[in-house]
């Protein structure tokens, strides 16, 4: 069998052999400018206990961004990321009914491979199980192929739990794939392991409860929840590990192409949460829009 990815390094011959592929998603007109004219606009958003906090790790650095300067609107592309029960599940729906992208969770598609009971699920679940990455050679393909599709490529994405390691990111920008933005949800570990231990799902309705914050409204709904099976108290605090260990190198990788990244306290409500990001999405468009004037002009 082979082993769940432990940490963010995979093979370089591995890697190269899954970016060695044509790219998929044309660029055209691309040009190179200036992201961040707007010191407010952050292009990685970093929501933590800390509260608001704007760092700039690279200020010294001349920014490198791309963006596309073609007549039609491109559609967004977001990545989202957080340790497990940060929030990005409830974040995701308010940033999809708002704008309409097509919502992507690396842990649902993987989900769903266990349930179909496929070979790749009997490996995911090895690895879940473990609360370890999964391999590459699994969740690249999948969520390459679901990037590809054509919903994802008219509407816009926002990618959720995706890249989790630097290898990740690396091989799906060989495939053409990079964010326009990367935010990140950071909230304290104690919460988060009582967030996630009192986690329920809905089987009927696909709704996320909290027995203790967010209980179910009837009787009935109360008796058919769910409980992930590694939404554990054990698991869970290997899934942190893992995320803790990963972390970094994902965010090194988009430092690349940021400025700026912003601290906002995530653990405030989910209004107030989905405000900042709502305001970050506002100021990227509100910058193509200024580009396009610019180019047509
Ligand atoms: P999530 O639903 O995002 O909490 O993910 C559940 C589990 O799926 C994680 O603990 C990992 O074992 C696996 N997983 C999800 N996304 C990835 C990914 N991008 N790479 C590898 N494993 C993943």
């Given at each position: 069998?082979?082993?769940?990815?432990?940490?963010?390094?995979?093979?370089?011959?591995?890697v190269s052999?899954?970016?060695?592929?044509?790219?998929l998603q044309?660029?055209?007109?691309?040009?190179r400018?200036?992201?961040?004219?707007?010191?407010?606009?952050?292009?990685?958003?970093?929501?933590?206990?800390?509260?608001?906090?704007?760092?700039?790790?690279?200020?010294?650095?001349?920014?490198?961004?791309?963006v596309?300067?073609?007549?039609?609107?491109e559609?967004?592309?977001v990545?989202?990321s957080?340790?497990?029960?940060?929030?990005k599940?409830?974040?995701?729906?308010?940033?999809?009914?708002?704008?309409g992208?097509?919502?992507?969770?690396?842990?649902d598609?993987?989900?769903?491979?266990?349930?179909?009971?496929?070979?790749?699920?009997?490996?995911?679940?090895?690895?879940?199980?473990?609360?370890?990455l999964?391999?590459?050679?699994i969740?690249?393909?999948?969520v390459?192929?679901?990037?590809?599709?054509p919903?994802?490529?008219?509407?816009?994405?926002?990618?959720d739990?995706?890249?989790?390691?630097?290898?990740?990111?690396?091989a799906l920008?060989?495939?053409?794939?990079?964010?326009?933005?990367?935010?990140?949800l950071?909230?304290?570990?104690?919460?988060?392991?009582?967030r996630?231990v009192g986690?329920?799902?809905?089987?009927?309705?696909?709704?996320?409860y909290?027995?203790?914050?967010?209980?179910?409204?009837t009787?009935?709904?109360?008796?058919?929840?769910?409980?992930?099976?590694?939404?554990?108290?054990?698991?869970?605090?290997?899934?942190?590990?893992?995320?803790?260990?990963?972390?970094?190198?994902?965010?090194?990788?988009?430092?690349?192409?940021t400025?700026?990244?912003?601290h906002?306290?995530g653990?405030?409500?989910?209004?107030?949460?989905?405000?900042?990001?709502?305001?970050?999405?506002?100021?990227?468009?509100?910058?193509?829009?200024?580009?396009?004037?610019?180019?047509?002009?």
């Open positions: 069998m082979a082993a769940c990815n432990v940490n963010s390094v995979y093979s370089a011959a591995s052999a899954i970016v060695a592929q044509p790219k044309s660029r055209t007109s691309l040009s400018y200036n992201p961040n004219p707007n010191p407010k606009f952050p292009n990685i958003l970093l929501f933590s206990s800390r509260g608001v906090d704007l760092i700039s790790r690279r200020s010294s650095r001349t920014p490198n961004f791309l596309l300067g073609s007549s039609k609107a559609p967004l592309r990545m989202i957080g340790a497990p029960a940060s929030g599940g409830t974040q995701c729906e308010l940033i999809t009914q708002k704008y992208l097509v919502h992507i969770a690396a842990g598609l993987l989900r769903a491979e266990i349930a179909a009971g496929s070979e790749n699920g009997r490996r995911a679940k090895e690895c879940m199980e473990k609360g370890q999964v391999p590459d050679e969740v690249v393909m999948m390459k192929e679901r990037l590809s599709k919903d994802s490529q008219e509407k816009g994405w926002l990618l739990g995706y890249p989790r390691s630097s290898s990740q990111a690396i920008k060989g495939y053409g794939f990079e964010p326009d933005i990367f935010i990140l950071d909230v304290p570990e104690g919460i988060l392991v009582e996630v986690r329920r799902l809905d089987p009927v309705t696909g709704k996320i909290h027995i203790k914050y967010s209980p179910p409204e009787e009935e709904i109360a008796s058919r929840l769910t409980q992930r099976f590694d939404d554990t108290e054990e698991k869970v605090k290997l899934r942190l590990n893992t995320h803790n260990e990963n972390v970094e190198a994902v965010l090194s990788i988009y430092e690349d192409i400025i700026k990244a912003s906002i306290n653990n405030v409500s989910k209004e107030d949460v989905f405000a900042q990001i709502d305001s970050a999405l506002q100021n990227l468009l509100q910058q193509r829009k200024a580009t396009s004037g610019s180019h047509a002009a």
